[in-house]
């Protein structure tokens, strides 16, 4: 249902209406202004001629002051105004009669500039709204006020492009910028306010001209008239010499008086190429008239723009059979009869999805990936020649724009960015990515024409240089864009957040050409640059959290896109940097130069860069769900869409983890499971998942992949991947019910247990013990074969005393060696064995062994006096708790001492000691009094402290059977003995008190004792 948005606010009301004081006002001053008059020409013929007023510029300033008076939301006067064509019957004709006047033109500039200003955001939701008139949630008078506030601002939208084709007029660009004349022959210091006002007066007629556009496009003529005026104003914009006037102000932006023009500039750059595909623009110089140029269509093929195509390959072989069958049988009568109706019933279904999906909202789709996300609305017709004549325009003046004064703009913005200036709007960063993601495709473009192709062994542009986009290349501008990022993503602003990746990728791209240049200081600057983003502690790279923040349908099919391009060119980038440099670092090392430089550490930096971990680090499960999104739309997608697929795809597979993959040969049982043959486990089995074999199974059913070259690497890779699947399922049956399930965060986890049939390092290595088939590992055979052969059944030297076995020699004769039989007595190093070697040799290896072990046991010997505390410790810690009346200066007193000192003891194993001997409670005993025991189990065991006031150790109470007496015991014990004695019930209390935690009546580990004098004698 359509909504209607509240009452509108006293400002709204009466939308459109002027009062009659003020109309009677406009109605005088434009009657006045002129009046055309008909007059004869030479050939007989009559024609019009416009005279104005003799004080035209005074009537002129009424009008202007009448306009300013104009409320900017409504703006009743502008539209009136447009209602009586005054600007196409008056101020035009004046414009074009008075170019010789400055100051009729400027007020005519004023005028131009207060008309076409651009309409206001309420303004813009007032013509979006959908109005329910049948509703009755609102009064009819409000919906009244909501229909008339959408009619005005639909109303202003149409003048905005009017206005916008009436300034196509020949000839009427050129008086505005002879206004700009006088102002631009002068040097920045001889200019005074008048002449700056002029000039940015000017501009801001030019911003308003580039911005009107119909806020609501719900029809394929206003769009295409909209794209076709556009054109027109940018040859325009050409011929009348607007981009040399832009050029030449670029070029002094940095001018202390120029500096306020520099977000004006911007956003007349960002509305010149909004909606402009800048590779089009860069190829103009091969369009002819009526389309574009082979090479460019192949171009758009292959980015995905028209990647169509091979959809309607698709549907029309899928349909070949049902067609085929009508043709046969057209032409008489009669039965038909089908042995097999499974293809119709597919056709049928099809269609019914078909038609359904062309009834569907196209509004619903906006931002999932079944939607198009065409960036460019002219892409997909034939151009125009008025199109193609505003291609070569912007291609020029993008030429001039990058060669003259791309280096001073960018740097003014990017102070203003930096300081956050007070100038800057909500908006202007996106803008401001807008503008330099156009500008850096069109260079990159321009580069690869300009190079005759890519580098066959990078894969980029073959010159050297990016030109002044340097500018936009330094660690700035990336903190900009990836900190964009992290903002984006967490204020949920999917529109920002896929320009700001759009520009990532572009700046990597570019980052890409720089490694390749064969300059050696841009190689230096990337190195640098990549040290930053990618080598140094702190990372600046976002790739992972890009991907991981993906969720489905809050996104557009271009955004995904252009996401898994950044994660293949980034991936690309380091490892073409890695192989670079790393012949040079070796040269380095060889040479054995003591003093490195910070290029040196860079270059080794990157030389020593792990890219299988970066990959490992990629991998998510929000990365899995974005690829496999994608991929879903393989018919659509373009043919380096589905490469960077298959590429992220084959490195999982080739991605080796830490683990070991036990594979077992058939027939064996767990006495053999020395004869395994060991791999290394791989990522491989994230792609073994239901969704993705349903993708599987339809590329390899449709026909339309089978045609042509576009899907050949696709093809190759699934038959690749089924046939490993049906490999690991047949050795382990449970891999097709792992497919039916998502893998969570412990992905990695998942792989190994799939592949090793769910048997674990542990699980391994003890069933290997228990059976006595375990492996002798020789320290000399291990430092040999290396550390990754020996992962299943490894011990660490730091394990507890409990898991290791001090009788080596005797489990390694026992046991079964790595290879399947008995381990040997040449292994074991022992005489008389049937061996080659000498008996020195022999000799030897049984004294290192005899080392090695005897090393071995005095080290655990070590690590186990360390640990635990011995006779001679535990006299000194009860001795200075008895000595010293406070915790804290008998604990001082204990870790001076020498021994404890050695046995590295600190004070929290003293103090955990002594709570363990029942020297302290828990909570510090009141000042002034001895220490004695307060914890729960030490209360009332006054009989621990003998005559000589030394403390007696307790020992472990047994298990007593009820009713034995406990004389000397604590808790329950001290109880049962009241009982015997016949004491009264309130003492229980007091006793449970003491269990609860030693809570008495001098509080929790007061260091009370039991019984008091009475009791003593008692």
Same mark, same amino acid.
């Given at each position: 249902m359509a909504t209607v948005l509240q009452r509108p606010t006293s400002q709204f009301s009466n939308p459109g209406r002027i009062e009659s004081n003020m109309m009677n006002e406009l109605l005088l001053?434009?009657?006045?202004?002129?009046?055309?008059?008909?007059?004869?020409?030479?050939?007989?013929?009559?024609?019009?001629?416009?005279?104005?007023?003799?004080? !035209?510029?005074?009537?002129?300033?009424?009008?202007?002051?009448?306009?300013?008076?104009?409320?900017?939301?409504?703006?009743?006067?502008?539209?009136?105004?447009?209602?009586?064509?005054?600007?196409?019957?008056?101020?035009?004709?004046?414009?074009?009669?008075?170019?010789?006047?400055?100051?009729?033109?400027?007020?005519?500039?004023?005028?131009?500039?207060?008309?076409? @200003?651009?309409?206001?955001?309420?303004?813009?939701?007032?013509?979006?709204?959908?109005?329910?008139?049948?509703?009755? @949630?609102?009064?009819?008078?409000?919906?009244?006020?909501?229909?008339?506030?959408?009619?005005?601002?639909?109303?202003?939208?149409?003048?905005?492009?009017?206005?916008?084709?009436?300034?196509?007029?020949?000839?009427?660009?050129?008086?505005?910028?002879?206004?700009?004349?006088?102002?631009?022959?002068?040097?920045?210091?001889?200019?005074?306010?008048?002449?700056?006002?002029?000039?940015?007066?000017?501009?801001?007629?030019?911003?308003?001209?580039? !911005?009107?556009?119909?806020?609501?496009?719900?029809?394929?003529?206003?769009?295409?008239?909209?794209?076709?005026?556009?054109?027109?104003?940018?040859?325009?914009?050409?011929?009348?010499?607007?981009?040399?006037?832009?050029?030449?102000?670029?070029?002094?932006?940095?001018?202390?008086?120029?500096?306020?023009?520099?977000?004006?500039?911007?956003?007349?750059?960002?509305?010149?190429?909004?909606?402009?595909?800048?590779?089009?623009?860069?190829?103009?110089?091969?369009?002819?008239?009526?389309?574009?140029?082979?090479?460019?269509?192949?171009?758009?093929?292959?980015?995905?723009?028209?990647?169509?195509?091979?959809?309607?390959?698709?549907?029309?072989?899928?349909?070949?059979?049902?067609?085929?069958?009508?043709?046969?049988?057209?032409?008489?009568?009669?039965?038909?009869?089908?042995?097999?109706?499974?293809?119709?019933?597919?056709?049928?279904?099809?269609?019914?999805?078909?038609?359904?999906?062309?009834?569907?909202?196209?509004?619903?789709?906006?931002?999932?990936?079944?939607?198009?996300?065409?960036?460019?609305?002219?892409?997909?017709?034939?151009?125009?020649?008025?199109?193609?004549?505003?291609?070569?325009?912007?291609?020029?003046?993008?030429?001039?724009?990058?060669? @003259? !004064?791309?280096?001073?703009?960018?740097?003014?913005?990017?102070?203003?960015?930096?300081?956050?200036?007070?100038?800057?709007?909500?908006?202007?960063?996106?803008?401001?990515?807008?503008?330099?993601?156009?500008?850096?495709?069109?260079?990159?473009?321009?580069?690869?024409?300009?190079?005759?192709?890519?580098?066959?062994?990078?894969?980029?542009?073959?010159?050297?240089?990016?030109?002044?986009?340097?500018?936009?290349l330094d660690l700035f501008s990336f903190n900009l864009v990836t900190n964009a990022c992290e903002t984006y993503i967490a204020e949920k602003k999917p529109t920002a957040l896929t320009q700001a990746v759009a520009l990532y990728k572009e700046m990597v791209k570019l980052l890409s050409i720089m490694n390749s240049s064969p300059d050696e200081s841009q190689s230096i600057m990337s190195l640098g640059l990549q040290n930053q983003l990618y080598f140094a502690n702190e990372p600046k790279d976002k790739v992972f959290k890009l991907l991981s923040a993906w969720k489905s349908g809050t996104q557009s099919k271009q955004y995904l896109c252009d996401l898994v391009e950044l994660v293949h060119e980034t991936v690309k980038l380091q490892d073409l940097s890695r192989r670079k440099w790393k012949k040079e670092v070796e040269a380095i090392s060889n040479k054995g130069r003591k003093e490195k430089s910070v290029t040196d550490e860079y270059k080794e930096n990157c030389a020593s860069f792990d890219l299988d971990k970066y990959i490992g680090r990629a991998v998510s499960s929000g990365a899995m769900k974005a690829y496999t999104h994608l991929f879903r739309e393989y018919p659509s997608n373009g043919v380096e869409t589905n490469h960077h697929i298959v590429s992220f795809f084959t490195r999982l597979c080739k991605h080796k983890m830490e683990v070991v993959k036990t594979i077992f040969d058939e027939g064996d049982d767990k006495a053999g499971m020395a004869a395994a043959k060991e791999e290394a486990v791989t990522l491989e089995p994230l792609l073994f998942n239901m969704e993705l074999m349903i993708i599987y199974d339809r590329i390899l059913h449709d026909k339309a992949c089978m045609v042509g070259s576009d899907f050949q690497e696709l093809i190759k890779f699934v038959t690749t991947i089924v046939r490993h699947f049906a490999t690991a399922a047949k050795r382990n049956p449970l891999l097709c019910v792992e497919g039916l399930f998502h893998v969570g965060v412990k992905y990695r986890k998942h792989c190994e247990m799939v592949t090793n049939c769910y048997l674990d390092e542990k699980t391994l290595s003890g069933g290997r013990e228990e059976q006595g088939a375990g492996p002798a590992i020789d320290e000399e055979d291990k430092e040999k074969q290396g550390e990754s052969d020996w992962i299943v059944g490894k011990k660490d030297e730091g394990d507890s005393e409990a898991e290791w076995s001090e009788d080596e020699d005797d489990i390694a004769v026992q046991g079964k060696g790595a290879r399947g039989g008995e381990e040997s007595d040449e292994d074991l190093g022992m005489v008389g064995s049937d061996s080659s070697e000498d008996e020195g040799e022999k000799n030897k290896r049984a004294e290192k062994k005899r080392a090695k072990k005897e090393a071995k046991r005095l080290a655990k010997e070590e690590r186990k006096r360390k640990k635990h505390f011995s006779k001679e410790e535990d006299a000194i810690i009860k001795s200075a708790f008895f000595v010293h009346t406070t915790e804290d200066n008998a604990i001082e007193a204990i870790i001076q001492e020498e021994i404890m000192k050695q046995g590295e003891k600190d004070t929290r194993k003293v103090m955990q000691r002594a709570r363990t001997l029942g020297l302290v409670g828990e909570k510090e005993e009141e000042k002034g009094e001895k220490i004695a025991p307060t914890t729960a189990k030490s209360q009332g065991n006054e009989d621990r402290w003998n005559d000589n006031r030394k403390f007696v150790p307790k020992p472990k109470p047994k298990r007593k059977s009820y009713g034995q007496e406990e004389v000397n015991g604590e808790g329950t014990g001290m109880k049962r003995l009241k009982k015997v004695r016949g004491e009264g019930a309130a003492d229980d209390d007091d006793d449970d008190e003491i269990l609860a935690g030693g809570v008495g009546e001098s509080g929790v580990g007061g260091g009370a004792r039991l019984f008091d004098s009475d009791d003593d004698s008692e």
């Open positions: 001053v434009v009657s006045v202004l002129g009046s055309h008059v008909s007059e004869e020409d030479e050939e007989g013929g009559v024609s019009e001629r416009f005279v104005p007023v003799a004080d !035209c510029l005074n009537w002129l300033q009424d009008l202007q002051r009448a306009l300013r008076s104009d409320k900017d939301d409504l703006r009743p006067i502008a539209n009136q105004l447009g209602t009586w064509k005054v600007v196409e019957e008056k101020l035009i004709p004046i414009a074009l009669v008075k170019r010789d006047d400055p100051d009729t033109i400027l007020t005519l500039a004023k005028l131009f500039v207060i008309l076409t @200003k651009p309409m206001t955001k309420p303004a813009k939701q007032a013509a979006l709204i959908n109005i329910d008139v049948k509703s009755k @949630k609102f009064s009819e008078e409000t919906i009244q006020d909501q229909v008339s506030l959408k009619e005005n601002a639909l109303l202003q939208s149409m003048y905005l492009m009017e206005y916008k084709r009436l300034f196509l007029k020949e000839g009427l660009l050129e008086v505005f910028v002879d206004l700009m004349q006088g102002p631009l022959s002068k040097t920045e210091q001889r200019r005074d306010d008048r002449d700056n006002s002029t000039i940015e007066l000017v501009l801001h007629l030019f911003r308003n001209l580039l !911005c009107a556009e119909p806020v609501v496009k719900n029809s394929a003529s206003l769009v295409n008239e909209d794209i076709r005026i556009h054109h027109q104003l940018i040859a325009v914009f050409q011929k009348e010499l607007v981009f040399d006037i832009i050029v030449f102000l670029g070029e002094g932006i940095a001018h202390k008086k120029n500096e306020r023009w520099n977000l004006l500039i911007m956003e007349i750059l960002h509305f010149l190429v909004r909606n402009q595909d800048p590779s089009m623009t860069a190829k103009s110089a091969t369009m002819v008239s009526g389309g574009a140029s082979n090479r460019g269509n192949e171009e758009n093929k292959k980015s995905g723009v028209f990647g169509l195509g091979a959809a309607r390959k698709r549907e029309k072989a899928k349909f070949s059979s049902v067609a085929n069958i009508g043709a046969r049988h057209s032409r008489f009568g009669g039965t038909l009869k089908l042995k097999d109706t499974s293809k119709i019933l597919t056709a049928s279904s099809s269609s019914n999805k078909a038609s359904a999906a062309r009834r569907k909202n196209k509004q619903t789709a906006a931002f999932t990936a079944d939607a198009t996300g065409f960036k460019f609305s002219y892409l997909g017709t034939s151009l125009t020649p008025i199109a193609i004549e505003s291609f070569k325009a912007l291609n020029s003046f993008s030429r001039s724009f990058v060669e @003259k !004064c791309y280096g001073p703009v960018m740097k003014s913005l990017k102070d203003e960015f930096r300081r956050d200036s007070n100038r800057l709007e909500a908006n202007d960063k996106v803008v401001f990515f807008k503008i330099v993601w156009f500008f850096s495709v069109w260079q990159r473009t321009h580069l690869e024409l300009e190079g005759g192709g890519t580098s066959s062994s990078t894969g980029h542009p073959g010159t050297a240089g990016v030109g002044q986009l340097l500018f936009t």
